[in-house]
């Protein structure tokens, strides 16, 4: 009996630990991205990485569903290792995320976070305001919308009160 209980704590710790290095992108697609490339260098070099796959991350700044399926625009930002973006106020900049396929635009809303895996296809250069922007286009392989982050006025930081983040948390008890 005592092995049984062995195996099977073993496999629980398998399946634990295998399921926290899980991504929200398959391994099929993140073994073929290019992780080293973003939206900056493949504005200046389009030709360059035509047809790599990369794993981009960011906020929806707008949606728009045409014949070619739904577009989003997006605001990239860096991923952690989980692939999310991560809440900062920096980006390399702006993207097009081509879906072939319907996406309704009142869920892949502006605000929203968003990661997305695809091949590069081109640079369009489309009015941004007052100005031409040259927004790198992805091909849509794989994507994933993000559950909104749950932040509160209570715990501005997200989940944990602020003597948490307190170097003399002992203080609160």
């Known amino acids: ?15 634990l630990v295998c399921s926290g290095c899980a991504t929200v992108i398959s391994e099929r697609v993140v073994s073929r991205a290019n992780r080293d490339v973003f939206v900056a260098e493949v504005k200046k070099a389009p030709e360059n990485y035509k047809g790599q796959i990369v794993i981009w991350g960011g906020e929806i700044v707008g949606a728009t569903n045409r014949k070619e399926g739904t577009v989003l625009e997006i605001l990239q930002k860096p991923v952690d290792y989980t692939l999310r973006p ?6 390399p900049g702006r993207f097009l995320a081509v879906y072939d396929g319907y996406l309704d635009v009142a869920i892949y809303e502006p605000g929203r976070e968003v990661t997305v895996a695809g091949q590069i296809e081109d640079v369009r ?7 031409e922007y040259a927004y ?4 849509v392989e794989e ?6 982050r749950k932040e509160t006025a209570e715990y501005p930081y997200g989940h944990y009160p602020h ?8 203080w609160y008890w």
């Not at 003597?163 to 002992?170: G, I, L, T």
């Open 1 to 15: 009996m005592g092995k049984l209980k062995k195996l099977f704590g073993g496999v629980v710790v398998v399946c």
């Open 86 to 91: 991560e809440k900062v106020d920096e980006s």
């Open 125 to 131: 250069v489309l009015p941004l305001g007052e100005i």
């Open 136 to 139: 790198p286009v992805i091909g």
């Open 143 to 148: 994507i994933h919308l993000w559950e909104p």
């Open 163 to 170: 003597w948490y983040y307190s170097p003399h948390w002992w």
